[in-house]
């Protein structure tokens, strides 16, 4: 199964990739993790990706695309995986396609977590993260609205869209998750 999780910054992607992964006991690539690893390490990528990913922009798609598709060449991804913060752009989304094309099976299904706005506010003043100060997350915020949200009409035009409900517990949005993927697999 190849799987992508869409959703705003603090909607949950990350945890409920992780348990989702372990459900089904394929990998999760989490972008934002490799892009904060290369930073780090301060790879060549990753010196390019930290200025974008302090100020709350995105990191231009050649650079993310480097990373993930290179990793979706390892061996432990042939029985599909899970891509928690990929696609974010309509252009991610047009190269996954061909690149899963060529070298792995199509999609199966891409999950949009969804939550309103002011309790995502209220989760991320909560997180704490580096990235996560007002003026950056307003600015991922509006990223998200303009460049990664048309993903949503990307993928229900191409019938591969599920939304999820992600306001509530931890274990009832991952019930639902569980409940959809169930269903996509039989
Ligand atoms: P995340 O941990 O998924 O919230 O990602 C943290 C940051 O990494 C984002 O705010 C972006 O700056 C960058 N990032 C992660 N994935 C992508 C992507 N697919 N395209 C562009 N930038 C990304």
Not at 1 to 30: C, H, W
Not at 42 to 63: I, N, R, Y
Not at 90 to 100: M, P, T
Request: one cysteine or more; glycine letters at 6%; charged letters at 30%.
């Amino acid at each position: 199964m190849q799987i992508v999780f869409i959703g705003p910054p603090g909607a949950g992607k990350g945890t409920q990739a992780e348990r989702l992964a372990d459900y089904l006991q394929i990998p999760n690539l989490s972008t934002g993790d490799m892009l904060r690893v290369a930073c780090q390490q301060q790879t060549a990528v990753g010196k390019q990706a930290a200025k974008f990913m302090e100020s709350g922009h995105l990191v231009p798609d050649h650079l993310v695309e480097k990373i993930v598709l290179d990793r979706l060449r390892d061996p432990e991804c042939e029985r599909g995986c899970i891509l928690d913060g990929f696609p974010r752009t309509l252009s991610q989304a047009a190269e996954l396609d061909v690149w899963l094309e060529q070298y792995l099976q199509p999609l199966t299904v891409a999950l949009e977590i969804r939550v309103p706005e002011e309790e995502l506010l209220k989760r991320l003043d909560a997180r704490g993260r580096g990235d996560d100060n007002r003026e950056t997350v307003r600015r991922r915020m509006q990223e998200y609205a303009e460049l990664t949200r048309p993903l949503v009409a990307y993928y229900r035009e191409r019938d591969l869209l599920q939304v999820v409900d992600g306001v509530g517990t931890t274990d009832e949005v991952f019930t639902s998750l569980q409940r959809v993927v169930d269903a996509v697999k039989s």
